[in-house]
């Protein structure tokens, strides 16, 4: 828990550019709940370009470059496998949060209540 007492919060999604289109849904539908602006929100790069990147950070969502971890090696897969085999240590990345809620990219949120229950 973080200093304050209250809980910290925050989604993590990843995306490459050519999934952009989905992840700006998915970012416009959580962001546009008022209960949404209390969460960090954090973007795995898998391959995002400056504009994308612009997009995201204009909405508040700070973008980072993940680690291969299980002893996979960079070019031994595409980059956008990154984004499973990074969820376990997703706590490593943005730390000091109390609870970590890991969306799609291809997700639309249409009611506020599948977030809360998740």
Request: glycine share 12%.
């Given at each position: ?5 209250a809980p910290?919060?925050v ?5 490459d ?18 209960r ?46 990154i ?5 376990p240590?997703l ?5 000091g949060?109390?609870?970590y809620?890991?969306?799609?990219c ?7 209540d ?5």
């Amino acid at each position: 828990m973080s200093n304050t007492g209250a809980p910290r919060t925050v989604m993590i999604t990843g995306a490459d550019s050519g999934y952009m289109h989905l992840l700006r849904g998915m970012i416009e539908t959580f962001g546009s709940d008022p209960r949404a602006r209390g969460i960090a929100m954090r973007c795995l790069d898998l391959g995002l370009n400056e504009e994308d990147r612009r997009w995201l950070a204009g909405r508040g969502v700070e973008c980072f470059l993940p680690q291969w971890h299980f002893g996979i090696r960079e070019g031994q897969f595409p980059r956008t496998q990154i984004g499973f085999l990074v969820r376990p240590y997703l706590r490593d990345y943005p730390p000091g949060y109390d609870t970590y809620l890991w969306l799609d990219c291809d997700l639309w949120i249409q009611g506020w209540d599948a977030i809360q229950r998740f």
